[in-house]
């Protein structure tokens, strides 16, 4: 059987990186790719500052179970291992590995290579994330949409007529929300955005507002000092930018929130502000990107998209969505063509 000791030079050459290890966790032989997978200039600083494998594991069990595994079988392949490098940052690599024994049948060392696949491994744990989160967000009104449809179904009798309405009205509101969650989902992923449906048209934006806060359990004022005031746009999407501004002040904003509409010139703003502390500058390149959150923002219920999808939106209704902060509020601009 060929092993890299008669293949020194292609050992070295060789851009995948290589390495021969010890029973014992010393590191017998490395290659200058494996120095650069590792954070470190040269192999001879490999061998200076990595005196056993085992101390760059970023758990322990990993070796453990690596040792355990290539016990059994002589060979390990995609055996996935997470790797502390040179100046403490880690990546995760995907190790395939053999035994290599001496004619007594002892192991002698172990020789393998490492992929770097710290973006894949990154991939599927913000798949994983999103996946539980929507989950999540979703099973939320669906169980209340079950829980009060069952408790209609099974004791409609017993109640009167305004509690089977509320009752209604709570099982849609749900619906809708979970709808909403859809939508955004639809928005985000959609490869061509100018393909997402839009159907402007002129309407009273007080009154969408108002359809917004209506299911809101927080007291928001609203602030429209010019009386009825009309926007082009679609009243759909419009509400759907609302629900995640407000969705947003909600969870990250401070106790006191409002909605404030004004015209300026050919456009009409809608102010969702609230009491809380000024986004970061850093932050802010950030926070309009899909299923990204700021570093303020930690929220366990929340998938990041509500921002991205709503200045997407705003932007397809020849719209915008911007942030400010006066000292005082922080708050999130809609601007929409006046109707």
Known sequence: MTTFHD??????????????????GALVEANPA??????????????????????????????????????????????????RRADGSTVWVRDSARVILDDAGTVVFYEGSLVDVTDKVDAERARDEFIAIVSHELRNPIAVM??????????????????RREMAGLIARQAEDA?????????????????????????????????????????????????????????RRVRQILRNLVAN????????????????????EVQVRDSGTKISDADLEIIFRPFERGSGQHHPKSIGLGLSVSRRLARLM????????????STFVLSLPSG
């Open 7 to 24: 293949l020194p030079e292609l050992f070295k050459r060789i851009p995948i990186a290589l390495y021969r290890s010890a029973p014992d």
């Open 34 to 83: 494996l120095a650069t997978l590792l954070g470190f200039d040269s192999v001879e600083a490999v061998r200076e500052h990595v005196t056993s494998v085992e101390s760059i594991y970023v758990d322990p069990a990993q070796r453990a179970r690596w040792i355990e595994n290539i016990a059994e079988a002589g060979v390990i392949h995609d055996f996935d291992l997470e790797l």
């Open 249 to 268: 002040a909600l969870r990250y904003g401070g106790d006191e929130i409002a909605v404030a509409l004004a015209k300026s010139g050919d456009r009409v």
């Open 146 to 163: 079950v829980g009060l449809g069952e408790e209609l179904a099974q004791n409609y009798d017993s109640f009167s007529d305004i509690e």
């Open 318 to 329: 020849d719209g915008d969505l911007v942030y400010r902060h006066d000292g005082r509020w």
């Open 179 to 235: 709808g909403w969650l859809i939508e955004d989902l639809l928005v985000a992923y959609r490869d061509d955005i100018a393909q997402v449906m839009i159907a402007p048209r002129t309407f009273d934006l007080t009154k969408q507002v108002e359809r917004v806060l209506e299911v809101v359990d927080h007291p928001i004022a609203i602030e429209a000092h010019d009386g009825s005031i009309s926007v082009h746009a679609d009243p």
